[in-house]
Nanobody
Framework: QVQLVESGGRLVQAGGSLRLSCAASGRALNNYILCWFRQDPGNQRDLVATITKNCVTNYADSVKGRFTISRDNAKNIVYLQMNSLKVEDSAVYYC????????????WGQGTQVTVSS
């Protein structure tokens, strides 16, 4: 059974930085695409960033240039470095793992709350 556990979310002022971590257990996720999503109340869960097994990254337009996704396959961890945070970045952030053959994530974390104050 694969478990993804996020950490690092907290209250931060606008313009500040946070680094989220997501640790996986139960299976090595070296060959999975790792993703970060976010969801705020009343809205759908949106894709924020992805990173392939070869560390090719992709970002939502809203976070390009501010967020950086990375992975440490040896530790089975994916990170999301968030800089220049804005109030509209406030959300619950979820990590997820998607097999290359799957059209949607196979595994999800429970989420970590990020709140950006003005």
């Amino acid at each position: 059974q694969v478990q993804l556990v996020e950490s690092g979310g907290r209250l931060v002022q606008a313009g500040g930085s946070l680094r989220l971590s997501c640790a996986a257990s139960g299976r090595a996720l070296n060959n999975y695409i790792l993703c970060w999503f976010r969801q705020d109340p009343g809205n759908q869960r949106d894709l924020v960033a992805t990173i392939t097994k070869n560390c090719v990254t992709n970002y939502a337009d809203s976070v390009k240039g501010r967020f950086t996704i990375s992975r440490d396959n040896a530790k089975n961890i994916v990170y999301l470095q968030m800089n220049s945070l804005k109030v509209e970045d406030s959300a619950v952030y979820y990590c997820a793992a998607r097999a290359f053959w799957s059209s949607s994530p196979n595994y999800w974390g429970q989420g970590t709350q990020v709140t950006v104050s003005s």
